[in-house]
């Protein structure tokens, strides 16, 4: 068990600490965008005047409805796939940033995008699909990657 967990939280270090800070900063503003902005959306996190008078259900109870039209395995299950959706985005953007268990929140990132973008966004031409697939690139090399020399799992992989 020891063995798998180093595999997932061991990064890949670059040649020097400046490409590791330029591959963190990516990382670190992509998944706080993806947080805060794409993510506590969905969770009804009250952004506008408007939606401060609005309970939780109500601001998110349109996401739920957005994925049953998806369709298939989607319409069986829309709250459950709408809460890992919003909880991939939300949380896996966190730890996206901080580099803290990168692989896993990238895997879960990966999955949410690749949906976003051939069940929701794909009708919408290329600006449509651009934050979902920016998201998508960046979560791709990070699944590779991992948070590299600044990111928790460094700190974590040394002390394992």
């Given at each position: 068990?020891?063995?798998?967990?180093?595999?997932?939280?061991?990064?890949?270090?670059?040649?020097?600490?400046?490409?590791?800070?330029?591959?963190?900063?990516?990382?670190?503003?992509?998944?706080?965008?993806?947080?805060?902005?794409?993510?506590?959306?969905?969770?009804?996190?009250?952004?506008?005047?408007?939606?401060?008078?609005?309970?939780?259900?109500e601001v998110s109870a349109w996401f739920p409805e957005d994925v049953a039209n998806y369709g298939g395995i989607f319409a069986l299950f829309p709250v459950f796939f709408a809460w890992m959706g919003a909880f991939s985005e939300a949380v896996g953007g966190l730890l996206l940033a901080f580099g803290l268990k990168t692989r896993v929140a990238s895997f879960l990132v990966v999955c949410t995008m690749l949906v976003a973008i051939f069940m929701q966004k794909w009708g919408q031409g290329t600006w449509g699909m651009l934050p979902a697939m920016g998201f998508l690139w960046v979560a791709t090399y990070n699944l590779y990657l991992g948070s590299g020399r600044f990111g928790l799992d460094y700190l974590l992989s040394k002390k394992i």
């Open positions: 068990m020891r063995a798998v967990l180093k595999l997932l939280i061991t990064p890949v270090l670059q040649k020097h600490w400046v490409l590791d800070l330029h591959f963190a900063i990516i990382r670190f503003i992509c998944g706080m965008l993806l947080a805060l902005d794409f993510g506590a959306s969905k969770f009804g996190m009250p952004w506008t005047p408007d939606d401060r008078n609005l309970s939780l259900f």
